[in-house]
DNA sequence: CGTAGCGGATTGTTGAGCAATCCAACAAGA
DNA sequence: TCTTGTTGGATTGCTCAACAATCCGCTACG
């Protein structure tokens, strides 16, 4: 016989609740964003879209509330909802955030007992990184460059932190996509992650901190460089 | 003549947008909620409250949206909305992120060059929180508390954290309500506020994370031992 | 040149309706 | 008695059609 006590000794948890239609809806819309696909700034007509996917006008706003809620389009009243624009002040914003929140995650790691294994993980993100970028796919040099920062934020333990900070990775994908050129701004990175697995393997703490500093750094005035040209300075 | 330059540095914003009719939905369960009136773990049925607020069924659904990504309710697929349960392990997380994050807006008030004026700020809400319990209101105390904690992580200056911060309160208040005797946890924190700010005044970071700290742990402490005595353990 | 209206297009909201799902109560069987 | 179907009512998920409110580009007018 078993008891309930039973069921919760075993770590059971509630099933996975299914999508709903809305759910599937911006899941569509969202790849088709984060593809390039649907360009930033573009306005997404409910009509349109609802006849696109095949759903009801309703389920179509449902899903735009969703994808607002994330930061990925923008929703003004009686306007329609956009594709979400980062501009040059949007930017500064994500590296602010950044550089507060991604040394916790370091902190974190040197601080944690499974240091090594946490490490470890890392130096397979970054390595599965390398071999995408020898292979010359950039897409998912950049796929793993969000995991690996996203990896370290998870570190510091926080739920709250880790959800926000997905939702800013997920911006910042908006702002890489109007790069012309993702090798000339993902190569470099590719190096400095390795480097600060390197640092954080030695338990180095000031270096690894330097390491993530520059970093940022480094990132935030490329992409700079890229978005302030663009057609909202 | 008046340029569109001339209204910028006006530091003119976009008017007040009105609100849809159902952030007003919205915004009507959010005080009821707050105020207590609507009970941790009951179920809001959309017919009800539609019929209640005077809105249609799909207008409450979108309200109910809005709520659910504030967390202050839980949606379950074809089951309802309920108002949110906020049981051992909300406020364990609750309070691993503030670890993290209030520090951080501590370190930011005394590296500002503006340091005076956000103390001086932040005493005049522990003041008015005094104010408030001398008189006995011990709700607007709490509401002080919280706008005083706010206050600290705006100070670091990431809008990404000030706005998961501020969720995150949200939250924290769903767990107040549960408390018996409002005086006996907001009492002792009144007088470790205006300690903070008193460090804080000295410009003394390590004397002021310590404070931050302490009241950290003795919050979690005392909000558990209400929390875990639910009856959703 | 600026602006005040006009009209089409789009969004905001409503209400009704039906299918899908949940849940509590009951019935059947070991 | 306990477990396992089964069933019916209640509630949610989604759709559809319609109308009101609002925005925006256009035109005409001073």
Redesign the pocket.
């Known amino acids: ?1 078993t008891t309930q006590a039973d069921v919760l000794a075993l770590g059971i948890q509630p099933l996975a609740r299914r999508e ?3 759910e599937a809806a911006a899941q569509a819309l969202r790849s088709q964003i984060s593809a390039g696909r649907l360009a930033p700034g573009s ?1 997404l ?3 349109h879209l609802a006849a696109a996917l ?6 179509m ?1 449902e899903a735009f509330r969703l994808l607002a809620h994330e930061g990925l389009v923008e929703h003004a ?4 909802v956009f594709v979400r624009m980062v501009g040059v002040s949007e930017v500064r914003a994500m590296y602010a955030t950044r550089r507060l929140v991604e040394p916790l995650g370091v902190r974190a790691i040197l601080g944690s007992p499974r240091a090594g294994d946490l490490v470890a993980s890392l130096g397979d993100v970054v390595t599965a990184a390398e071999a995408a970028a020898t292979a010359g796919d950039w897409h998912v040099v950049g796929t793993q460059d969000i995991e690996f920062h996203r990896a370290i934020v998870q570190a510091a333990g926080s739920t709250h932190l880790s959800a926000m900070f997905s939702g800013l990775l997920a911006e910042l994908r908006l702002a890489f996509l109007r790069l012309p050129d993702p090798e000339t701004l993902h190569e470099p990175f590719l190096r400095r992650n390795r480097g600060l697995v390197t640092s954080l393997g030695a338990g180095d703490l000031e270096k690894s901190l330097g390491e993530i500093d520059s970093y940022l750094a480094d990132a935030e005035t490329r992409l700079l460089a890229v978005v302030g040209d663009g057609s909202r300075p």
Chains 1, 2 share one sequence.
């Open positions: 016989m709903s239609t809305a306005q007509r409910e009509e095949q759903v009801s006008r309703n389920t706003r009243l009686h306007r329609g």
